[in-house]
């Protein structure tokens, strides 16, 4: 059976997937599916074909008749259809194949198909609706209404339509089909996921100097035609988007294509609803809440070239366009940019090769670029432009740093130092708004007990549980798996009644504003509060519209806001991100900090920040304190350089996973050995031994690492792929696997 009306993918998407798989050493097969949308997955199915009518009389109405009917009406409709529509006819269905009234035939079928939705209109000249008017009995007043209808508008309509506005139904439709004044067609349509939204269109704004340098340095680029990256390095404010906006109208002005990536689309919905604003159907959105159905369609209005404007996270670098001029990766510091899941792709690295393939240009936009990105523009080869300013010239916000272990000196054992409560009793009396963020969600980091110092683990990962509180209950839950359980009331070891909690999540900063505050309203924003369809959304315009005076929330708030009234953000522990065992704790920190303080006094009303921390003095802390990104950038590239990290190595990590120990460690020395033996005497490759992942247990199951850093992919690429598909066979016949993340973003 023909399955395609064309080819999925383009030629360029083939070498694409070739590509991914000789980079991130995945299959094939993994490539190409990366670069569908999930619906277009071919499914086996059966189809039931009718071989010799059932020599009996149905009764109109019965179940075989039914069947019969819908069998002869739709023959594509798939047995598993018939069935989910009809479990009824199951048992019929089987008689009947027994019998050899009807065929069982497998075949495939896309996961999705394309949506129909009935059509009306009129064949019928002027001449000849006045005959058809006529010729209808005077008691059909509502049939002629009908046609008339039809007739002035000169168009198929929507038979849902038609029917909503003229109060019609299919009892009226049916003579008209019938004598063949009206036609009813299925015709295609697009699973509009937001609506008919006919927002007024919003209009470039005048550049500032810095906007229009900023501006004409990407326009020249795409117009030369020639594979280009450039680095728009610009603090928060700075007006990046409006830069974005107005590149990309250029661009598509050429008949060329445009790709914008943001890092999370429900936690920037201020960007997407301004490209929607100025570009309107213009530009397709893909994310991950989407329906398989909606996504199919937007796929489909982008590889049928009715769209020329893509804006998504990560997997929109895929958008199917065959003339790409430009991609622009926001926040390209991100880490939702890597893929964790094979390919384990960086969105940054396929639209350096997508731009090579097309002579396109990417840009990367951020306040705080990754290392990386920095230091290649520092080299020369990414072209670096500046905008150190905000807009309108309103000040960075000032950031304060305030040293907890002097609070808890003073006499004070709240988590709030007394200046951040003074500061949110400020902008409670002259009604602004405040942001306080805490990387943690629920209560606590963990439990213990303090007569024996137990600590409750999960009983699969070994990582301590996190204390919540859910309508009176307490649990303890292992934010890795989900496992949960109820709070022991004794010690399990030692039988004491001394189990407390000890940290602060979310939950507990919420309990504890309360007390504090009594007369504000504080919206909670963490994984456990948005996991609703809209529940993003919906929390923060409730917020915008002033229904609370705080937003207290997790990462997911750190990025992309812009709330006029919002004059302090609160960090209230500066150290989670800090002491992660990971070679980008600095970097991250760092970002994240000068991130969230972004948030603030955007403006007419100037902001304020408040860091709280037990390591003052740390440089990420320090630096960014001042937003010095570059004096950062200088100080972290040094440490970067001594420890051979990126960007002057890079690495790649194997994990070997098994829920035996022994096993899973078998793998991974093995791995090991066979690396060392074919890299041996090189001083461009540094293979570090086994050693347990950073989460060494998860769900049960071991897991050990082997790291293996090099100068070039190119010199490694050969053995890595030996060693790895030699071993990925032996690790899954002892009941495991091997898995492999080229350019490992984190360790
Ligand atoms: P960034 O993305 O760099 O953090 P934004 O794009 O959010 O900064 O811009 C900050 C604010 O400045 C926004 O409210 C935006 O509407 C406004 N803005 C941007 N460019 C201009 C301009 N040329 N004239 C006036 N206002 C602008
Ligand atoms: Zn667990």
Same mark, same amino acid.
């Given at each position: ?5 064309? !080819?999925?993918?383009?030629? @360029? *998407? ?5 590509? $991914? #798989?000789? &980079?991130?050493?995945?299959? %094939? ?93 009129? !064949?019928?000249?002027?001449? @000849? *609706? ?5 010729? $209808? #009995?005077? &008691?059909?007043?509502?049939? %002629? ?99 974005? *906006? ?502």
């Amino acid at each position: 059976e023909v399955l395609d009306d064309e !080819p999925p993918l383009t030629p @360029d *998407l083939v070498k694409l997937a070739g590509w $991914l #798989s000789e &980079r991130y050493l995945c299959t %094939k097969a993994a490539a190409v599916q990366a670069l569908l949308p999930s619906g277009m997955r071919a499914k086996a199915t059966t189809f039931l074909r009718i071989k010799t009518d059932p020599p009996d009389v149905y009764l109109p109405g019965s179940w075989e008749s039914e069947l019969l009917q819908e069998l002869y009406q739709s023959p594509n409709k798939t047995k598993e259809q018939l069935v989910s529509e009809h479990t009824e006819w199951r048992p019929l269905i089987r008689a009947w194949v027994e019998k050899g009234f009807l065929e069982e035939l497998h075949g495939v079928k896309h996961g999705i198909q394309a949506k129909t939705m009935a059509f009306l209109f009129t !064949p019928l000249t002027s001449a @000849d *609706l006045q005959t058809a008017l006529d010729e $209808l #009995s005077n &008691r059909a007043k509502k049939q %002629k209404e009908l046609l008339s209808y039809l007739f002035d508008a000169g168009e198929a309509l929507m038979m849902k339509d038609v029917f909503a506005v003229t109060g019609a139904s299919s009892a009226t439709l049916k003579p008209l089909l019938d004598k063949g004044y009206v036609v009813k067609e299925e015709r295609e349509v697009n699973r509009d996921p937001y609506g008919i939204q006919h927002a007024e269109k919003s209009q470039p704004l005048p550049l500032t100097p810095t906007q229009e340098n900023a501006y004409q340095t990407i326009k020249t680029a795409v117009d030369s035609g020639a594979p280009q990256t450039i680095l728009l390095q610009g603090v928060t404010g700075s007006g990046k988007t409006e830069v974005y *906006l107005q590149a990309i109208a250029s661009c598509v002005e050429q008949d060329r294509q445009a790709i914008m990536l943001v890092p999370e689309i429900a936690l920037t919905p201020q960007m997407v609803e301004q490209f929607k604003k100025r570009f309107g159907d213009e530009v397709a959105v893909l994310h991950s809440r989407l329906s398989t159905g909606e996504k199919y369609d937007e796929w489909r209005r982008i590889r049928h070239g009715e769209v020329n404007i893509v804006v998504g996270a990560r997997s929109a670098i895929f958008a199917p366009f065959d003339s790409l001029g430009l991609m622009i990766i926001d926040e390209e510091h991100e880490t939702s940019y890597k893929q964790d899941d094979h390919p384990k792709y960086l969105a940054r690295e396929v639209a350096m090769y997508r731009a090579r393939q097309h002579r396109a240009t990417v840009v990367l936009g951020s306040a705080t670029p990754a290392l990386e990105t920095r230091w290649w523009a520092h080299q020369g080869i990414v072209q670096r432009i500046e905008m150190p300013e905000r807009v309108r010239g309103q000040k960075l916000p000032k950031v304060r740093v305030i040293d907890m272990r002097d609070e808890l000196q003073s006499g004070n054992r709240s988590m709030f130092a007394n200046a951040l409560k003074q500061g949110i009793e400020e902008r409670l009396e002259r009604g602004e708004q405040v942001i306080l963020f805490l990387n943690r969600r629920g209560f606590a980091t963990f439990v213990l007990c303090r007569s024996c110092g137990y600590v409750a683990r999960c009983r699969d990962c070994e990582i301590p549980l996190t204390y919540h509180k859910a309508r009176g209950l307490e649990s303890l839950r292992c934010h890795y798996c989900g496992f949960a359980e109820r709070l022991p009331e004794t010690c399990p070891d030692c039988k004491g009644d001394h189990v407390r909690h000890f940290g602060t999540g979310t939950q507990r900063v919420e309990e504890e504003l309360g007390k504090v505050f009594p007369e504000a309203k504080v919206i909670r924003m963490d994984v456990d509060t948005t996991s609703g369809k809209d529940a993003h959304a919906t929390l923060l315009s409730r917020f915008r519209k002033g229904e609370a005076q705080i937003l207290l929330g997790t990462q997911m708030i750190a990025k992309g806001l812009d709330f006029p009234k919002v004059t302090l953000v609160g960090v209230i522990s500066a150290e989670t991100s800090l002491y992660l065992p990971d070679f980008r704790a600095a970097e991250r920190t760092f970002q994240l900090l000068t991130q969230v303080a972004g948030r603030a006094g955007r403006h007419e009303l100037p902001g304020e920040v408040i860091v709280q921390t037990y390591n003052p003095q740390h440089y990420a802390i320090q630096f960014a304190k001042h937003q010095e990104y570059e004096k950062f950038f200088d100080h972290e590239v040094r440490h970067r350089y001594t420890l051979n990290n990126p960007p002057f190595f890079e690495l790649t990590a194997f994990t070997s996973v098994n829920e035996d120990e022994m096993k899973a460690l078998h793998i991974a020395r093995t791995l090991e050995d066979r690396l060392r033996r074919s890299l041996d005497g090189r001083d461009d490759v540094i293979i570090l031994g086994t050693s347990p992942a950073p989460l060494a247990r998860l769900q049960g199951k071991y897991r050990f690492n082997v790291v293996l850093k090099y100068k070039k992919f190119k010199g490694v690429s050969a053995p890595i792929r030996e060693a790895y598909q030699s071993l990925q066979g032996e690790a899954q016949k002892l009941g495991g696997y091997l898995t492999i993340d080229v350019n490992a973003q984190m360790i």
